[in-house]
C-alpha cells in the first residue's frame, strides 16, 4: 500500500490520508466512482456528461472544445 505524498488524481488527497495500492493508481474511492461513471454511461448509452461544476465530457474524457461557440458536440 502506498502511503506517500503524492496526490490522487482523482479526489487529490494523499497517500497518507487515503492509502492506495500504488503511487499511480487512484484512491479505492475514485476507483469507485469512476467504475459507476462508466457503468452508467454504457447503460444508458450517453455520450456527452455534464458535471455539477459545469465540466463537459466526451466519451469519457474531458472535452476541451465544448466551449468552442464554432464547434458543435
Request: hydrophobic content about 30%; overall charge positive.
Given at each position: 500500500m502506498?502511503?506517500?505524498?503524492?496526490?490522487?488524481?482523482?479526489?487529490?488527497?494523499?497517500?497518507?490520508?487515503?492509502a492506495?495500492?500504488?503511487?499511480?493508481?487512484?484512491?479505492?474511492?475514485?476507483?469507485?466512482?469512476?467504475?459507476?461513471?462508466?457503468?452508467?454511461?454504457?447503460?444508458?448509452?450517453?455520450?456527452?456528461?455534464v458535471?455539477?461544476?459545469?465540466?463537459?465530457?466526451?466519451?469519457?474524457?474531458?472535452?476541451?472544445?465544448?466551449?468552442?461557440?464554432?464547434?458543435?458536440?
Amino acid at each position: 500500500m502506498y502511503k506517500g505524498k503524492s496526490k490522487c488524481q482523482g479526489c487529490g488527497r494523499d497517500g497518507a490520508e487515503r492509502a492506495r495500492a500504488s503511487r499511480l493508481l487512484l484512491c479505492p474511492e475514485c476507483q469507485q466512482l469512476l467504475l459507476f461513471g462508466v457503468a452508467v454511461t454504457e447503460r444508458s448509452k450517453a455520450r456527452l456528461i455534464v458535471t455539477a461544476d459545469g465540466d463537459i465530457y466526451c466519451g469519457g474524457q474531458k472535452c476541451g472544445i465544448a466551449n468552442d461557440p464554432g464547434v458543435r458536440c
